[in-house]
């Protein structure tokens, strides 16, 4: 297997992510990109009419960690209408009691917030596989690494980290049958009605 | 005119039946007049012919009527010299310009070298939203009246791959607990029925697996539509509506340009994108990341890693069709 790894895309420093990937070595352009996931470094609240963020630092700095913390329902002063859903983890599971922005892994060591990547793949490891294989998490651009980048998802653009099962949706483009949706005369046959069989 | 020759020939009381009469005519001797009854039983087959021809060729004339001289006259895809391709493709691209007021651009994408294209969809990750429908519709320039697409997504029973059992009217959020989904369109078959059936070879089958139909030459009979298992291909009721604004620009002869009223349609993988090694608009659209496309004669490919390392099927395997189009589901 070559040695092309991940590239985070869209940043000014590009970083090298542990992913192995098939690689396509001197080539002019990566073989593969991953969009910078959603910036999450702090909190947005309004202020005068106008949202601001404030880095997670200008409170955490001066409190003092809750180890206990594991749900939005406990807390009332920030992060209190914060959706949890993410197993039986607490907020320092992944998150640095140390340095509040970024975040840290199981066995101890603090990770920058943009390799979260790494973070997930502690526990989800058969999704880090298949993602690392290109079967999970689709992607855009191209699928030939000759001709261009494919450029993938980071896990955060389809996974909230608070509540990562994929959201519900509702269908949006429907085929319109030229004949069972055609206005009728008669009563509708709903039979027929409920499938859609016509070229 | 003689009495004997107004007799029509065969129409007789007393006349023989079949080509005998005629036979039998000539050795009737030439009447006085120097004209002889087969002259004139020639003659007046000539003139009930052509009568004939013009009456039975009357329902075409409203055919005609949207047909040039050029396409007319226009020979098969494969059997075009460069310099006729060229042509066409520039008649094409005027016949847009006039029949939709839109400014596209019409190339022809050959197979690239050392490709078989392979499509594998993750059932575990597809909930059936849509979204791949939508984008053929826009991508291929589809019939904006009827919603047309080259996908439909079947919402099925879990427990079943009976394409019988599905459902593509739904209209909820999905995904259903006791569902699953499953889009299907064109398979690209390596022994495709709806080739062998095609009476005229306006479909067949390319060197990177993907199964193109000659729009022009397609005589909508639409047996291919009947031999497929899959019920992936479209016949083309009307001439498709599809506004100048909404018009994809980015167009191929065998893919994406506006197909003529009475002719068959399928998915072609986006084969003008697909062609440059673009990924399909199917797949970028997905937005559960379901979708994944490439070459299965790269071993280093996502695809091939899927189909050696995935649960694959195939749909209706039994019948042999063999298609490039692969689902799986995750552990």
């Known amino acids: 297997m070559a040695s092309a790894v991940l590239t985070l895309g869209c940043s000014p420093d590009r970083i090298d992510l542990p992913v192995e990937l098939n690689g396509n070595e001197g080539a002019p352009h990566p ?8 910036d999450r470094s702090g909190v947005v609240v309004e202020s005068g009419g106008s949202d601001v963020a ?10 003092d960690p809750n180890l206990a913390t594991r749900s939005s329902e406990e807390l009332d002063q920030f992060h209190s209408g914060l959706e949890y859903a993410h197993g039986d983890l607490s907020c320092l599971s992944c998150h640095d009691h140390d340095d509040p922005a970024e975040l840290r892994l199981a066995d101890g060591r603090s990770l920058p917030a943009r390799r979260s990547i790494e973070l997930c793949a502690q526990c989800h490891g058969p999704q880090y596989r298949d993602y690392s294989a290109g079967s999970h998490g689709g992607g855009s651009g191209y699928w030939d690494k000759r001709q261009g980048s494919l450029v993938r998802n980071h896990c955060l653009h389809c996974h909230d980290p608070h509540a ?16 069972l949706d055609a206005p009728s005369h008669e009563s509708p046959d709903k039979d027929s009605a409920k499938k859609e069989n016509h070229g | ?21 005629g036979n039998s005519a000539t050795s009737t001797p030439p009447p006085p007049g120097g004209i002889s009854r087969r002259t004139v039983v020639k003659g ?43 042509a066409v493709l520039a008649r094409l691209k005027t016949e847009v310009k006039e029949d939709y007021g839109a400014d596209v651009e019409i190339k022809d994408h050959r197979p690239l070298k050392g490709v078989k294209f392979g499509y594998a969809i993750n059932l575990s990750l597809c909930n059936g939203n849509g979204k791949c429908v939508e984008a053929c519709h826009k991508e291929n320039n589809h019939d904006r009246a009827t919603n047309q697409s080259y996908i439909r997504v079947l919402e099925m029973p879990k427990g079943t791959m009976d394409m019988e059992k599905g459902n593509t009217t739904y209209n909820h959020a999905v995904p259903l607990k006791d569902k ?3 889009p299907v369109q064109c398979l690209q078959c390596d022994n495709p029925p709806c080739v062998d059936v095609c009476p005229v070879q306006a479909t067949w089958k390319e060197a990177d697996g993907i199964v193109v139909v000659d729009y022009n030459w397609c005589i909508g009979c639409r047996y291919c539509e ?14 498709p509506e599809i506004p100048a604004d909404e018009m994809n620009p980015i167009q191929s002869y065998l893919a994406n340009r506006p197909r003529p009223k009475g002719t068959v349609e399928k998915c072609h993988f986006c084969l003008h994108k697909t062609r440059e090694g673009k990924a399909p608009a199917c797949m970028e659209a997905c937005p559960t990341g379901a979708r994944v496309f490439g070459n299965m004669l790269d071993p280093d490919s996502s695809v091939r890693w ?6 694959v099927f195939v749909l209706k395997e039994e019948l042999g069709t063999q298609p490039s189009l692969f689902y799986f589901f995750d552990e």
């Open chain 1, 54 to 63: 404030i880095p997670c630092g200008t409170c955490h700095a001066t409190r």
């Open chain 2, 180 to 182: 699953y989904y499953m």
């Open chain 1, 164 to 179: 990562p099962s994929f959201p519900a949706m509702q269908p949006t483009f429907k085929p319109k049958d030229r004949f």
């Open chain 2, 1 to 21: 005119m003689t009495a004997e020759s107004s007799t029509p020939n065969g129409g007789g009381p007393d006349s023989g039946p079949g080509a005998a009469s």
């Open chain 2, 44 to 86: 007046m087959g000539v003139t009930l012919g052509a009568a004939a021809f013009g009456i039975a060729a009357n329902p075409l004339k409203s055919f005609v009527e949207d047909l040039t001289f050029d396409e007319f006259i226009q020979r098969h895809y494969k059997e075009l010299t460069n310099d006729e391709l060229t």
């Open chain 1, 31 to 38: 073989a593969v990109v991953v969009l910078s996931p959603p």
């Open chain 2, 226 to 239: 009947a031999a497929c298992p899959y019920h992936a291909r479209r016949f083309n009721w009307t001439t």
């Open chain 2, 306 to 311: 899927i189909l050696e390392n995935k649960r």
